[in-house]
């Protein structure tokens, strides 16, 4: 358990500090065997609505200090409200004649399973502390040209090493291979749309709508190839585009200029 | 004890013996390895018999201690490894240009307890126990190799099973997980305190529920 | 020399002398660094004089070659290092031998990470993913039995295909590679969390210094 020291607020009496120590916790059980065992009550025994009652007070300090409270506290907090209301009621008594178990029995449950861990925790804290001078040799290498090859047991690796590897692969080779219009660019030539747009336009069939031009197409890229053929004809004046009323589709028509792509050089590089 | 007194400057040696070659030669590997190595790895690559590797480390271990040296014998994770000492943690830091070790947070200490117990256990169980959200603490025991995933639990949501690692026993100083207290001495350590002050106002209760580990039927 | 005949019990030592405090130090640092260290940087790191210094890896020295020890004070350009004696190579070399058996490069885990996600998957096909040739880690991997071949791809040059194999599995605990993690299981793991008192009081260190080499002494 932590504590930490709230500082004096600006315009305080500097004369009489105040300091408010207030113990942090690992989480609302390691708060409640605090209070249990600042309270001197049995585990076995916990006057609930007591207990209940200053946990309540915590949490309302926690938030006066604008500390935020963690839903799991609050979880408790209610747990804790509803076993106090069911020890008011008489305890049935099952048909078999023994007594319905008690309403703090599952909290108690938990609260010794999480005691023993918590113990654990502080032996291994222990532990720990006895052994973070000692350093370890690097191992010797076979052959100099390992030198630099760091290699990890396999037993180390967890499965989330190997999405994070395949990650760092991925992610280098996107950073390696940018995606988007480029790759576009390279696939559908705006030039090549640009001459089977006219080819339709030109075929006598009557005039294209704008909403056809985009039907049947690969995807985005190759849609962006076309968007751009059109709008270059359009500058170039070989292709005009009408619409009818307002909302309604775009129509695409031969302006009757006799132009020839040839030599033609695209501009979207 | 002892019957090698035929070096009369040395102090009588109460321990075992072993030929001064085959020490050197268990130094050696244990110099090169670096990390614990077992018994049985050190026998297949000295070709000595177990009997006289464990010798050999006996007196290796108690050679290192005897005189004021630098490295000690530790004997972790099935095996063992030679380390510097304790004392020399700040000087050999300034060599290696390294930072001091961190220790671990008491949350991330929790939920390593729960691992080691437990193992292999979900995150959700974890959770449970300790009343709390236990994901940072996974990642940075993770990070630490502390410990890894041992594959799912097939139960709803089929959730990551954690384990812990040889790096967890090198790093408290463990032979085997088996070494941490037995959940019956947890109990008595940390369990419930005998309840004779305790007014049986529920004289129905089964005392054994004061045992009970299983939190999971609650 | 030798002024110190306190000591009864040991032989008259006929070379230079140091305390045993700073043999044992000395002796810690190079044993940690790995590499050679120069008298300079070990002078830095213990805080002891360059006489005190030179003192004690002489007297280091001397105490390797007249104890028949596993280790030898190597001296090289400007500095000394520590290595396991020469006669020692052959189970030295089978130990570190039979410690890399366990062993994978970065190379070799992220081309089975590759083959793991995208099997089947073939040599040309992992080569443009990791920008670099990817043979030795495949034969690795195929000598550990990790990866699997699964027929020819039915292009031009008709290359192997590549898969995961059931020891693969066995090890990462899975019924199916399906159950690999994806990433939203590590943005869970990794991602922010909502739990603020759980923040880790002691910010992970990357457990990985303990064995890592000196990085400012490239």
Sequence with gaps: MAEFRIPVPAGADLMQPYPVK??????????????????????????????CRQYHEYLVLMQELDLEVAAEFLYVEALLVHVKSQMVLPRAVLPDGTPQEDPRDELVRRLIEY???????ETLHEMEALRLGLWSRPPARLEASEAEAEETDLSEVSLFDLLTFFKGALDRYRSAHPPSLEIAHQKYSIKEKMEDMLARVRSGGGPVPLSDVFRGLAGRAEAIAVFLAVLELLRLRVVRARQEAEFSDILLESTGEDVTLEGYEESYR | MSGELENPGSPPSPGPSAPPAHVALVEALLFASGK????????????????EVEAALEVLERALEADARGVRLDRVAGGARLVSRNEFDVPVRKLLGLEG????????????SIIAYRQPVTAPEIAELRGVNSASSLRTLLDKKLITTAGRKEVVGTPFLYKTTKEFLVHFGLDDVKDLPKPEDLDALYGVETNTSQTELFPGEPEEKEKEEDPSDG
């Design chain 1, 22 to 51: 207030v113990p942090q916790f690992e989480g609302p059980l390691d708060l409640l065997l605090h209070l249990i065992r600042k309270n001197e009550v049995d585990l076995r025994n916990i006057p609930v609505a007591d207990i």
């Design chain 2, 101 to 112: 070790k961190n220790k671990l947070s008491m949350a991330s200490l929790e939920t390593l």
């Design chain 2, 36 to 51: 614990p190595a077992s018994v049985e790895r050190l026998v297949e690559a000295s070709e000595l018999t177990a009997a």
């Design chain 1, 115 to 121: 005691r023993k861990y918590k113990g654990v925790a």
